[in-house]
């Protein structure tokens, strides 16, 4: 799987068949991907926070708030049809629930936030792998919109 371009922490890109993407190593980051089956073109945006701090309006994808409109207006851009377009988001997982630190779960809130944007851009989400303890790296294809997902001792999945 490596043939795919490597997105990393706040950034996003946009591909299309027979492109792959891949982020890796997603602990509490959370992957958005979407897909336009037809056009077989798609991308993804690699958050890190949930929110924005009020008047930041950065280019990135550091945060699901604005990240995920980035994406989304970028593939729209590159020729993906606004009404075919799904989701599927990978990570958001709670890494230090085994140490004794008053930390918020940022892994479900990203996944929270990503949920309620997706859901504000009218963006189905038909698939996840969310939440959890462990890390996780996706692979993503432009060819069939698949995600094959690779957790440490466990075996690849695809959704």
Known sequence: MNDA????????????????LCCLGLGSCVAIFLHDPIA???????????????????????????GIRRLLDKVVAEGADRKRLCAKLIGGAQMFSDL???????????????RKTLKELGVPIVAEQVEGNR??????????GAVTIRTAFSNDRKI
């Open 100 to 114: 004794d630190l008053e930390l918020s779960d940022i892994g479900k809130e990203n996944v929270l936030q990503s």
């Open 5 to 20: 371009k490597l997105v990393g922490i706040a950034q996003f890109a946009v591909a299309r068949a027979p492109e792959r």
């Open 135 to 144: 890390g996780i790296s996706a692979y993503y294809s432009m060819e069939d």
């Open 40 to 66: 077989k073109i798609g991308g993804v945006a690699h958050i890190l926070l949930p929110k924005a701090p009020k008047g930041h309006n950065s280019p990135d994808a550091k945060y699901a708030d604005i």
